[in-house]
């Protein structure tokens, strides 16, 4: 295996092209269309990240009339158990409204009643904040507003370092995965938007690749982030949903918003249209009133006809072959639900990049968006906002900071390091544990020793297999092509997101958010002690860990 | 067999449509100019089969389901 090297120049460079790295590249070429932007996008622009075959509703909309911002944060607040800054939360919700009409304008598609208004449907125990979107080609949407806005676009490329120098963002260096090419970008200001840790806890399926999440998103923005001194937060949120079980793909909401029910083993409903918490239904798995299943027996035909329309054509269309396999009827048959793998997300839940309402990060010129970013359960309404506040944020700041200056040959010098890096991974081909094999066993222990009931001594046992695997991984990973080359980068950010997760699960002595965040050793909420955040930041190399704690912001803004 | 899959039918053009778009890099062009699942880390979102210009391309995942 060989590896090129070339070197390229841009304003902004965007890292990750799914919903949030395309919104903040329209905008950034919308507010200065001189300003070169990239975007390096792992996938393929058009089909790539997290909502790669549309999506079915925004989840945060404030629509005038119906609801309002306050109201939007306090169920938040009570959602987070109080631990959410408001600022970025208020402006996600007072942007929400605008967004849908911004994307409404360029052809996403959101149904409307005979009277005009948008489908609103009530998602959680209260609060009618989610919008439905019947829009399976929001990304091929996005990507022909890419093309016209004139952003360049990186297919299959996928950012190993961020390059920073006294403590202000200078450059990234991306790997082609396509032709073995290793790019030293030089940029004046990035946005991360590479999404969350999709690929953190094992399936009970086994199967490594069937997520709730992307499975794309290793948790590569998490980890690139905190090797260059970025603040991560909320890594002990380790976060699971009730979804179809061996399938993991969400209906939950759109099935009860329709008049579905969830019955327990006894037959007893536990969820339904008004009580529809996802959160509440976990624990009650783990009480061990499970299974739990779907009813719609009782649902008319044209529900279930809509209900069928929507699941089989937006987001996770594959899977009506699954019920056609199953030889599944959802008007006759029962469907079960099992919690999902844990993940770690800012959109779903709150985990990621410490970022205020400006997107700004601990470092200069770095922003972040989307799932990447701690704006907690911000959903897509929040990739497409901050998308926006990112750019604007990055606009300004190209404008205003000035150029760095850098000491001679030290990009150079950073390149040579990094370039040594990978070609180091790359001869590993005699190596005899393969990507998927040790990817296993990772995953295996941060379910068996990292996930709730949480206690110290499971926790520092994980801790140790997590590092213990890390210096294991360059003697036993065998890597042999391209594609192997860019799992065992992967595997990399994984072991990080789980030594991350694991030390802020240790630091955090109480339990908080029900199933999420559950210390045997300390069962219960500490408010005097705990109510506040569990920041994690890397100090001279991996052994070396600073944990801070921040307190929750309350009102105004930074 | 593979945990997943994909059946290609003889409509296929090889114009590697699919190929280009897998969100994970699964596809491979084969020697008869065909798609085929070279990684079994496919996510089934269907990318492939719905980009599909002549509807030749099928997703499959005859395990998943025990």
Redesign the interface.
């Known amino acids: 295996m060989k590896l090129s090297l070339a070197t390229m120049n841009t304003d902004i460079l965007i890292i990750g092209g799914g919903c949030a790295g395309s919104m903040a590249a329209i905008r950034a070429k919308e507010l200065a269309p001189d300003t070169s932007v990239c975007i390096m996008e792992k996938?393929?622009i058009?089909?790539?990240?997290s909502v790669?075959?549309g999506m079915d509703a925004l989840n945060v909309v404030i629509v005038p009339g119906v609801s309002s911002v306050s109201q939007y944060l306090n169920i938040l607040k009570r959602k987070c158990c109080d631990l959410v800054d408001e600022a970025p939360s208020r402006v996600l919700a007072e942007r929400s409204f605008q967004i849908l009409k911004t994307l409404e304008s360029w052809g996403v598609f959101f149904p409307k009643d005979d009277k005009g208004n948008y489908l609103l449907m009530q998602v959680d125990d209260e609060g009618r904040f989610c919008v439905g979107m019947d829009e399976?080609d929001l990304k091929l949407i996005l990507a022909k507003k890419l093309r016209e806005s004139k952003t360049t676009v990186l297919?299959?490329t996928m950012v190993t370092k961020l390059l920073v120098y006294e403590d202000r963002v200078i450059g990234a260096i991306g790997l082609d995965?396509n032709e073995g090419k290793l790019i030293l970008c030089e940029a004046k200001s990035i946005i991360l938007a590479n999404g969350s840790a999709g690929r953190f806890g094992l399936p009970n399926?086994g199967?490594?690749?069937?997520?709730f999440d992307?499975?794309?998103n290793a948790g590569d923005g998490f980890s690139l982030a905190f090797r260059s001194g970025v603040k991560i937060t909320g890594m002990e949120y380790t976060l699971r949903y009730p979804l179809i079980k061996?399938?993991s793909i969400p209906l939950l909401n759109i099935v009860l918003t329709r008049g579905a029910k969830v019955i327990n083993n006894r037959g007893e409903v536990v969820a339904d249209q008004s009580r529809a918490s996802v959160h509440r239904l976990i624990e009650e798995v783990d009480k061990g009133d499970g299974p739990f299943f779907i009813q719609m027996s009782h649902l008319s035909k044209a529900k279930i006809c809509e209900i069928e329309n929507v699941l089989f054509s937006t987001e996770?269309?594959?899977q009506r072959?699954?019920w056609e396999?199953?030889k599944m009827k959802f008007n006759r048959d029962l469907i079960e639900l099992h919690p999902t793998e844990a993940q770690l997300c800012g959109g779903h839940g709150l985990s990621g990049v410490v970022i205020n309402e400006f997107a700004e990060t601990n470092i200069r010129g770095l922003f972040a968006a989307g799932d990447v970013s701690s704006v907690p359960m911000q959903h897509l309404t929040g990739a497409f906002v901050f998308g926006n506040v990112a750019a604007e944020s990055a606009v300004k700041f190209i404008e205003s900071a000035g150029n760095q200056k850098i000491p001679e040959k030290y990009l150079e010098e950073q390149f040579n390091f990094e370039t040594k890096r990978i070609i180091g991974i790359t001869n590993r081909v005699d190596n005899f544990i393969d990507n998927t094999q040790y990817e296993y066993k990772v995953r295996r222990v941060i379910n068996e020793y990292l996930l709730s009931p949480k206690n110290a001594v499971s926790l520092n046992k994980g801790l140790g297999l997590i590092l213990e695997l890390r210096e294991q991984l360059p003697l036993y990973l065998r890597v042999r092509s391209l594609?192997e080359l860019?799992k065992a980068l992967e595997l990399e950010y994984i072991l990080d997101c789980a030594q991350m997760s694991a030390i802020a699960s240790l630091t955090r002595q109480e339990s908080r958010w029900g199933s999420i965040h559950k210390r045997s050793d300390f069962p219960n909420t500490d408010n005097e002690n705990w109510l506040k955040h569990i920041d994690i930041q890397i100090g001279e190399d991996h052994s070396d860990i600073k944990v801070t704690f921040r307190s929750v912001q309350k009102e105004g803004r930074a | 067999m593979n945990?997943f899959s994909i059946a290609v039918s003889d409509e296929c053009i090889g114009c590697g449509l699919c190929v280009?778009?897998?969100?994970?890099?699964c596809l491979r062009m084969g020697k008869d100019e065909k798609p085929f699942m070279?990684?079994s880390?496919?996510?089934?979102?269907?990318?492939c089969?719905?980009?599909c210009p002549v509807s030749c391309l099928k997703?499959?995942?005859?395990f998943?389901?025990?």
Do not use: Q
């Open positions: 996938g393929h058009k089909r790539s990240g790669t075959m399976p297919n299959r995965i399926t199967y490594l690749y069937g997520t992307f499975p794309g061996d399938l996770r269309p594959m072959r699954y396999l199953k594609h860019c | 945990t280009d778009l897998c969100p994970l890099d070279n990684y880390e496919c996510w089934y979102c269907g990318a089969e719905i980009e997703v499959y995942f005859p998943l389901v025990y």
